[in-house]
């Protein structure tokens, strides 16, 4: 009789630890197919995020091409102008550029991830919010989603 119980909890045993590989298995399983899902989602909205950029690059670009540039003489006068003596050293006085006072802004304005920030707690999706800001959905997205793990 003791023999009979001894065998059948041996056999129960060996069926536990073979459960128990199994279940280790495919937990090591999931975990691998939830890290690559995750590796492919974050390459995905790098990939549009570039793209984005790329993009806005381009238009700037353009933008930069056909706008005509002051010329020289323009330029220098404006350094002249707005540029003050700070120190004299070795006899020469040393100049810092420093902006015209009417180019300062007196409040900052909100960072774009502020804006968006606000606007998700608004209730808008990602699409509406880089309409509204002008940017590109891939960004606002990658913003989002890397404010939301920190």
Same mark, same amino acid.
């Given at each position: ?7 059948? +909890?041996?056999?129960?045993?060996? %069926? ?15 975990? @691998?197919?939830n !890290?690559?899902?995750m *590796?492919?989602? %974050?390459?995905?909205?790098?990939? !549009? ?17 056909e706008?005509? =540039?002051?010329n #020289?003489?323009?330029?220098? =006068?404006?350094?002249?102008?707005? +540029? +003050? /003596? %700070? ?6 006085? $040393?100049t810092?550029?420093?902006?015209? %006072? @009417?180019?300062?802004?007196? $409040? /900052? +304005? /909100? =960072?774009?991830t502020?804006? @968006?920030?606000y606007?998700? $707690?608004q209730?808008? !999706? /990602?699409? #509406?919010? @880089?309409?509204?800001?002008? *940017?590109?959905?891939g960004?606002? #997205?990658?913003?989002? *989603? ?5």
């Amino acid at each position: 009789m003791t023999g009979i119980l001894l065998g059948i +909890s041996m056999f129960l045993h060996i %069926v536990t630890f073979f459960i128990i590989i199994l279940l280790y298995l495919h937990i090591r399983e999931r975990k @691998a197919l939830n !890290s690559d899902n995750m *590796k492919r989602e %974050v390459d995905e909205l790098l990939q !549009s995020y570039l793209a984005d950029i790329r993009a806005e690059n381009d238009r700037l670009i353009e933008k930069m091409s056909e706008d005509s =540039s002051p010329n #020289e003489e323009n330029e220098s =006068s404006y350094f002249e102008e707005t +540029s +003050s /003596p %700070v120190t004299e050293q070795n006899g020469q006085e $040393e100049t810092v550029w420093m902006p015209p %006072v @009417a180019e300062i802004e007196e $409040e /900052p +304005s /909100p =960072s774009v991830t502020a804006q @968006a920030l606000y606007l998700q $707690e608004q209730g808008y !999706s /990602p699409i #509406e919010i @880089a309409k509204q800001l002008n *940017k590109g959905a891939g960004e606002i #997205e990658l913003l989002l *989603k890397l404010h939301k793990k920190m």
